[in-house]
């Protein structure tokens, strides 16, 4: 679990970095999927996963204003921020909580329950997806995506001798 969470973390710092060569009228030209545009994808994509885990360890959550984070320094500022509480959750997390109950209400009065890993494998299967519509208007822009490669990134050791 903890090493699908730092691929997502080393992809998404990949394209904050990818996001740094375009302007900011481009990060926020409305697009057809994702959010709508880069950096608003980027933001979701954050804020999201923090959702999730404050979720999980039962406190509050509160969805972000986009329109409070229209920059990529204040995106990634906002990640930072988040971050801290996501990857003590994540680097904590053990095989005892996998399948810890999670009952949520969604706005039409229904309650649906899923494990706890379930819950962690959405938002890592969430980053992924909107890597990928983030890689398509990367095309689009006519520039090179960043790497969704898992190999190479050091993310794995060998298996010892």
Known sequence: MQTFFRYNWIVREDWY??????????????????????????????????????????????????DHYKSLDKVR??????????????????ASLENRLFHDSLPDGRVVTDTWGEV?????????????QLSIWSRELGKKPVSANFIGRGLASPPQK
């Not at 962690?120 to 990928?132: F, K, L, N, Y």
């Open 17 to 66: 970095h990818w996001c740094e060569e375009l302007s900011e009228e481009e990060l926020l030209q409305s697009r057809t999927g994702g959010m709508g545009s880069i950096l608003h994808t980027l933001f979701h994509i954050v804020d999201v996963e923090w959702s999730w885990i404050r979720l999980l360890q039962g406190k509050p959550d509160f969805q972000e204003n986009f």
């Open 77 to 94: 500022k906002l990640d930072a921020e988040f971050h801290l509480e996501v990857e003590n959750f994540v680097n904590n997390w053990d």
């Open 120 to 132: 962690m494998r959405h938002i890592i299967a969430h980053e992924i997806h909107h890597i990928g």
